[in-house]
């Protein structure tokens, strides 16, 4: 088992999750692990990092698929014996207009985006070692859908309080409502699929810092949820407002805070700034 420490960023063959361990290579160390679910789009990836002068490790890692996770999990602690740093950036979102109808974005995308996240920190979570990061890759769209909830479901939503099993229980709730086409009327919004899941990270990533806090508080870990802004990805578009190289400021600060670092901890993080939980549309486009 070696003793080096071990970063894993998932969802990283291309865009944003390609741009961190690019940077991650350069300025963490110890190993970086390249994760994707396409193992060829994954190595080719790798062999574009590795003609750029970096050594990133590949594993193979669908997050909506419980026996990969649990691979890269027995790999960690086989090779490494846990995991210092961990950046869930995987994700997808479907474009404006796209035809997909409304009941199977919400499940494809609830599927992926915070279900599989959730999935990925249930099984590693445990593994992060002393004074580890750990990163979600969330969204402010999050508080745009938010903020067009209903008084009560924005109170649930909002609450320090909130457990796991009850915000899981929301969401699914979320799909559920969208198959039967009553969302508007059970406090949703009907035009925001991806900030719904994405307030449902956000308050996730809350939940899960103060588990940490509470059951290894000794240990030092520090988890948030930040916005990468709005990026040219395939994802985001090219006429949006920021480089990938801008895009990856905030995950990379969040990936590599200092080892004496109190902070920041169960945190929305935006511009390297611990941010409140509202919408912001000067970030944004149309608003």
């Known amino acids: 088992m070696s003793s080096t420490r071990v970063a894993l960023v998932t969802g990283a063959n291309k865009g944003l999750g390609l741009a961190i361990v690019r940077d991650l290579c350069r300025r963490f160390p110890g190993d970086v692990v390249l994760t994707a679910r396409d193992e060829a789009r994954g190595r080719a990836a790798v062999q574009q990092l590795q003609a750029e002068g970096r050594s990133p490790r590949f594993h193979q890692l669908d997050i909506t698929d419980l026996h990969s996770i649990r691979a890269v999990r027995d790999f960690l602690r086989e090779e490494y014996g846990g995991l210092d740093v961990l950046v869930n950036n995987a994700g997808i979102a479907f474009q ?27 099984e590693l979570l445990p593994l992060i070692k002393s004074r580890g990061e750990v990163v979600n890759m969330s969204s402010g769209w999050g508080f745009k859908a938010l903020e067009s909830c209903s008084p009560e479901l924005q109170q649930k939503l909002r609450s320090e309080s909130i457990t796991e099993e009850e915000l899981v229980g929301l969401m699914n709730k979320f799909v559920e409502d969208t198959k039967n086409g009553v969302q508007r009327n059970e406090g949703w919004p009907d035009d925001n699929i991806y900030g719904v899941v994405k307030i449902g990270v956000t308050a996730l990533s809350r939940i899960q810092a103060r588990k940490l806090s509470e059951q290894r508080g000794g240990d030092k870990i520090l988890l948030n949820a930040c916005c990468p802004g709005w990026v040219r990805t395939d994802m985001g578009g090219p006429k949006a407002f920021k480089s990938l190289e801008e895009g990856i400021e905030t995950p990379v600060y969040l990936a590599l805070l200092p080892s004496d670092a109190e902070g920041p901890h169960g945190q929305f993080v935006h511009e390297k700034k611990v941010a409140k939980w509202q919408f912001m549309p000067q970030f944004y486009p149309k608003f």
């Open 96 to 122: 404006i207009g796209d035809p997909t109808p409304i009941a199977i974005q919400a499940e494809v995308t609830m599927n992926t985006n915070f279900l599989g996240t959730r999935d990925v920190c249930t």
